[in-house]
Each structure stands twice: as structure tokens, then as C-alpha cells.
């Protein structure tokens, strides 16, 4: 009788596994995946594994991990829906997949495995039970086609309207247009993709669950209250505000709507940037000591065109770029007891370069650097010293940007998989409309606070004193 051979999932990369079953080429030789020994392995994400193997595989195991923060450690197996396996994205991609063969619940570790395998089961039933939610975007500039992107790209998102006072796609294309990094290509939208040129006509629209606000700052408080209050869940982009009364007031109507409210945070989400939560947290490589970021870039296109250089001082580099890195500070350290920032101030009041010392009385030495003066290009960095180790990171290095280096070793490089920052987010916001979550990663009051140090930072510069908060 002919066998069949499944080839379980873990101790390869997707990709070394699925060119020996090119080379083999026999189709009794299968794959049966386990989305938690990837992770256990420290062989890359499940979902891009999944992808990768999907023509071989024949039989799903159902179970969560979290990866070890050391690399080359092996992680810890948990129950399912507490681990590092998004199991919406897992069920969806399978979906899209075609996929037919077996859902096999496994549980090995723990000392309650009859009650999570249970757990396991509600798992399975209510993410693949999920419907996708109807997203609208409005404001497509580049951070609104680069939205619309993650959000096609996505099978848990359905892209049902568009809204924009100028920009609009012609017959279901709506053009490229250019951003701090690069000019982004044609977007392809379709024709059943409804376009609006007004948000309170979008607003109106009943089956719209999801806006996504990739506007200019000043129109943020209002656009971001009337969504509230015609009952749909909003996503932001940074900041929230200009200021952080403004920001405030939008808190108020939050606390009072049905529908949830994130603001755009992608580093929170960002491969290389995202563990470190969990690093400080665990003091996986001791105590942190001094921290230092750095985010420079050539001039935004649309700020060149006029979004920013204009009469009206709209807090610049300071409050665009820079911004992403006090949150990040805050998210990891805690928000500091105040700032001492100096920087250049452009023509019109904005400030386009900062530098930033953050003030913590028993805390590590954290500092920030934030530019649009760069004459060309875009990168982002961080170097952080810890008892044990340091990590550093460096976008310009590409595939070997993220490096541990422990004391008396040779530095490591750690691979970043998964969705990139602004894939991520969408993704976590798409997943708390369809479960009914409120957001815990980044939350609307993160986005005020954020505002309150980047206001902070302002006087300091403007005073050349150090401000407390």
C-alpha cells in the first residue's frame, strides 16, 4: 500500500522546507503544520510559513507559542489565543487557501491540558466564525494609499468606500503619490469601491464599520468626532491633534461612543521594534541603561507641495516624524517626568529637526533624534544598552537590520518577518472590530499622551528650558 509522509513544521524555515519538496517532488510526501513550532524554533512567521507551504500542506495543528527574546532559545508553548499566533490571519489564510484537510489540537506543556484543549476548540470556532469588516478610507495622500494597500492585502478587511476633497480614482485607480520614503505605485481599487468627495456623505453610508483617517492634523478633532458620533470605529492617523486639548475633547466623545478609537502608532507593530516591549518588561538581557532612537528623512513630497510649509505652523518634523519615537519612549519606559529638547526651527514656526533628552528619575539614559533635514532619503534606528547586551537596529542595513550583540560574542542578527508596521496595525485594529475588543496595544489615551511630551519638547525648544510633565 502506498504511504503518505507528512514532514512536520518547526526545525527549517518555510523556505529550506518547501525546496526539498520541490526537489522530491512526490506527492505522498506532505506537510503537516504547526504554526507554534515555528515560533518555539525561532523559524519565522507562521502566516508567511503557511503561505509558503501551502501546496503541500494536508493537516493543521492547532497551537500557540511565544518565541523565546534570545535568540537561538527555544520559546514556550501556551495555550491557544494567548501566544504570538494570530489565528484570525492563520484561519483566513487557509480560507483563501482552499484548504480541506484536518484541524488537530495539541496541547504538550501545562499542567491544565483537558481546559485548554477546550480553549483551543472556542479558538477555532470563533476565529474562523469572523466576517470581514467594512473599511472606508479617507484622505488618500501617501499614507492613505499606503493604508489601502495593507487593507487589500488583508483578507479580514473589505474596502468598501473611499473619500478624498481632490483625489479620487479614475475608473477604479486611484494614482501613486509620493511620501517621506518613496513615491508609492497605482493603487487598484476596482468598481464596486464607492468614492466620496465629503466624510459626512461617507458617514452616512449603514454599512460601514471601520473609517480610517489619513488626513491632514487640523482636520483630525472634527473628522475624527463626527465618525465617533455616527456610531463607526475610527482609526486616526498620528497625531491625533495639533494639541492636546484638542486631543482631549476627541477623548471625551470616545469615552461616550459605541464605536473604538486607536490612533495610527505603527511602531508599536513595527518587525525589530515590536519585542522590545517584552525585552524591558522581562529584562531579557538585564537592566536597560541608556537607549538612544533616531528617525531622519528628506522632506515629505506633500510637505514640499505645501501641507507643511505653509503660514500655519503645524508642528513639522517634530510633530509628524519624531512623534512616533516619544510614543515609543513612553510605550517602553513609561511617559517621562519631563523633557530637554533642542532644535531647528523652519520658517513659519515648525520645527523640522529635534533632539530630545527624556527625564526618568530611576530610569535608564533615553534620548531622541528626529529630522527632515536629511538631503536624501529616509532611515530609522535605535541603539540600546543593556546590562548584558546591546540592540541595535538600523533600517539601512536591510535584511541584517536588527543585531543583538551579548557581551563576549559576535553580534546576531535577528530576522524581521511578519507585516511591516503599517500592516500590523491595520491588521490589530481589524481584529479588535471583528472580536468586539477595545484596542490595549495602543490606545486613544496614548495618543494624548504622546502629544503631551511632543508639546513638551516644543516649549523646550522655544525656551531653551527643560520641562517638566
Known amino acids: 500500500a502506498e504511504l503518505t509522509l507528512g514532514l512536520e513544521t518547526g526545525q527549517e524555515t518555510a523556505a529550506e522546507l518547501a525546496t526539498l519538496l520541490g526537489e522530491l517532488k512526490c506527492p505522498n510526501v506532505i506537510v503537516n503544520f504547526d504554526p507554534a513550532n515555528m515560533?518555539?524554533?525561532?523559524?519565522?512567521?507562521?502566516?508567511?510559513?503557511?503561505?509558503?507551504?501551502?501546496?503541500?500542506?494536508?493537516?493543521?495543528?492547532?497551537?500557540?507559542?511565544?518565541?523565546?527574546?534570545?535568540?537561538?532559545?527555544?520559546?514556550?508553548?501556551?495555550p491557544a489565543g494567548t501566544g504570538d499566533v494570530s489565528w484570525t490571519r492563520f484561519f483566513a489564510t487557509l480560507t483563501r487557501a482552499n484548504y480541506t484537510g484536518d484541524f488537530v489540537i495539541e496541547r504538550e506543556a501545562g499542567s491544565s491540558r483537558v481546559e485548554d484543549i477546550s480553549t483551543a476548540r472556542e479558538v477555532v470556532l470563533k476565529s474562523t466564525d469572523l466576517k470581514p469588516v467594512n473599511v472606508a478610507v479617507v484622505g488618500l495622500g501617501f499614507m492613505g494609499v499606503t493604508h489601502l494597500r495593507a487593507y487589500l492585502a488583508n483578507p479580514l478587511a473589505r474596502v468598501v468606500a473611499v473619500c478624498d476633497a481632490a483625489r479620487v480614482p479614475v475608473n477604479g485607480v486611484l494614482a501613486g503619490v509620493s511620501g517621506n520614503i518613496?513615491?508609492?505605485?497605482?493603487?487598484?481599487?476596482?468598481?464596486?469601491?464607492k468614492v466620496f468627495q465629503k466624510l459626512e456623505d461617507l458617514l452616512a453610508e449603514p454599512d460601514v464599520q471601520l473609517v480610517d483617517l489619513c488626513t491632514p492634523t487640523p482636520l483630525h478633532p472634527e473628522q475624527v468626532i463626527a465618525t465617533l458620533r455616527a456610531g463607526k470605529n475610527?482609526?486616526?492617523?498620528?497625531?491625533?491633534?495639533?494639541?492636546?486639548?484638542?486631543?482631549?475633547?476627541?477623548?471625551?466623545?470616545?469615552d461616550e461612543s459605541p464605536g473604538m478609537l486607536m490612533p495610527a502608532m505603527c511602531m508599536r507593530f513595527w518587525p525589530g521594534w515590536s519585542w522590545l516591549k517584552q525585552?524591558?518588561?522581562?529584562e531579557t538581557y538585564g537592566k536597560i541603561l541608556a537607549a538612544n532612537f533616531r528617525r531622519v528623512s528628506q522632506i515629505p513630497g506633500w510637505s514640499a507641495q505645501g501641507t507643511y510649509t505653509g503660514g500655519l505652523d503645524l508642528g513639522g518634523a517634530l510633530f509628524?516624524?519624531?512623534?512616533?519615537?516619544?510614543?515609543?519612549?513612553?510605550?517602553?519606559?513609561?511617559?517621562?517626568?519631563?523633557?530637554?529638547?533642542?532644535?531647528?526651527?523652519?520658517?513659519?514656526?515648525?520645527?523640522?529637526?529635534?533632539?530630545?533628552?527624556?527625564?526618568?528619575?530611576?530610569?535608564?539614559v533615553v534620548h531622541a533624534e528626529g529630522s527632515w533635514l536629511l538631503a536624501k532619503g529616509f532611515n530609522m534606528a535605535y541603539t540600546i544598552h543593556c546590562e548584558r547586551a546591546t540592540l541595535d537596529f538600523d533600517l539601512s542595513r536591510g535584511a541584517d537590520a536588527m543585531q543583538v550583540t551579548e557581551?563576549?560574542?559576535?553580534?546576531?542578527t535577528v530576522p524581521s518577518e511578519g507585516l511591516d508596521g503599517y500592516g500590523?496595525?491595520?491588521?490589530?485594529i481589524l481584529e479588535c472590530v471583528a472580536l468586539g475588543r477595545k484596542p490595549q496595544v495602543v490606545t486613544a489615551h496614548?495618543?494624548?499622551?504622546?502629544?503631551?511630551?511632543?508639546?513638551?519638547?516644543e516649549k523646550s525648544i522655544r525656551t531653551g528650558q527643560a520641562v517638566k510633565l
Open 279 to 282: 525585552v524591558v518588561a522581562d
Open 446 to 457: 496614548d495618543g494624548l499622551v504622546a502629544l503631551e511630551v511632543c508639546e513638551a519638547e
Open 234 to 254: 475610527v482609526i486616526c492617523e498620528k497625531p491625533l491633534a495639533r494639541t492636546s486639548e484638542a486631543a482631549r475633547e476627541i477623548l471625551k466623545v470616545a
Open 424 to 428: 500590523g496595525e491595520i491588521h490589530y
Open 407 to 412: 557581551f563576549g560574542q559576535e553580534p546576531r
Open 39 to 78: 515560533l518555539l524554533y525561532g523559524k519565522g512567521d507562521p502566516i508567511e510559513a503557511l503561505t509558503v507551504l501551502e501546496p503541500w500542506i494536508k493537516q493543521v495543528h492547532i497551537k500557540d507559542a511565544v518565541p523565546s527574546k534570545a535568540p537561538g532559545q527555544w520559546g514556550a508553548e501556551v
Open 182 to 193: 518613496k513615491k508609492s505605485d497605482d493603487i487598484h481599487l476596482g468598481a464596486d469601491v
Open 320 to 364: 509628524d516624524l519624531h512623534i512616533h519615537d516619544s510614543d515609543f519612549v513612553s510605550h517602553l519606559f513609561g511617559r517621562p517626568e519631563g523633557v530637554f529638547s533642542s532644535g531647528v526651527v523652519a520658517t513659519g514656526g515648525s520645527i523640522n529637526h529635534v533632539i530630545t533628552q527624556y527625564q526618568y528619575a530611576n530610569g535608564p
